[in-house]
């Protein structure tokens, strides 16, 4: 019988890793825009990479979230936070800053994700990166 109940439990956790992969190879394929999202242009060694991101917008200010595990645009901003951004048919540079502390948690508050999002993107960190616009 226990041998039954912790082949059930792989199997069921096994499920629920396809089920998580499914997802985000899905959404990183298809990359959906809508009017609540911005393209982020990221650049290692002056070549640049476009992804499709969520903009928030929090007291003024224009923040983007890593809430997926595949997050290799926000490695790419911490590494190199000059970044480029298209929003609204307008293309600008921007300096990416990494959020935490008490800005974070604001920000997080303002914007919190549903437990059927976080359940589909398998429960990953969530990381704040605030995008000041350069002059």
Do not use: C
């Not at 926000?74 to 590494?79: E, P, Q």
């Not at 600008?92 to 800053?97: R, T």
């Amino acid at each position: 019988m226990r041998k039954l109940l912790i082949r059930g439990a792989a199997i069921l956790l096994l499920l629920y890793v396809g089920l998580v992969t499914a997802f985000e190879a899905w959404l990183g394929y298809t990359q959906p825009t809508s009017e609540g999202t911005i393209v982020i242009t990221t650049f290692q060694d002056g070549v640049g990479t476009d992804r499709v991101v969520t903009r928030i917008l929090t007291d003024g200010q224009l923040y983007v979230a890593a809430n997926h595990w595949p997050r290799a645009w926000y490695r790419a901003t911490l590494a190199e936070p000059d970044v480029r951004v298209s929003m609204d048919g307008v293309t600008a540079d921007y300096l990416a800053v990494p959020v935490q502390g008490a800005e974070h948690d604001r920000v997080e508050a303002s914007r919190p994700l549903s437990l059927f999002f976080r359940f589909l993107t398998g429960f990953p960190p969530r990381y704040f990166v605030r995008l000041d616009a350069k002059a």
